[in-house]
């Protein structure tokens, strides 16, 4: 076992726990997230089952072992990438969560944010042999 094993465990356990959460909050807030749909794209509601069931998968996935948490990384990379168009529907127009409405600048500002969630799915589900040899 590497020496940074307890890291990756605990950003892969961070990273579980930000997804599961996120996806939770598709079925409780339903609406928010049908609202930010680019309006290009059909069946609003039913992409936000989907997407919320994804990330929810998708996050209790990067728990399990290899090869598992492996596809889990991928799956959430894949998703990430395509909900970015919602993204960029938020940066636009804003965004109304409950009964707060969140301006456009601070939706400008999160844009960056999802190279990062990228980058930090990718990370914490490689196998740990490449990990420990780099």
Known sequence: MAK????????????????????????????????VMPPYLPYP?????????????GGLGVLLPQPMRRWSGWGLIALLIAVFPANIEMARHGATFGRTYIPPAWWILRLPFQALFIAWAWAVTRDELRTTQR
């Open 4 to 35: 940074n094993q307890p890291d990756i465990t605990v950003s892969r356990g961070l990273l579980a726990l930000t997804f599961v959460f996120a996806g939770m909050m598709h079925f409780v807030a339903p609406r928010a997230y049908a609202g």
């Open 45 to 57: 509601r039913e992409l936000v089952a989907v997407s919320g069931v994804c990330e929810i998968a």
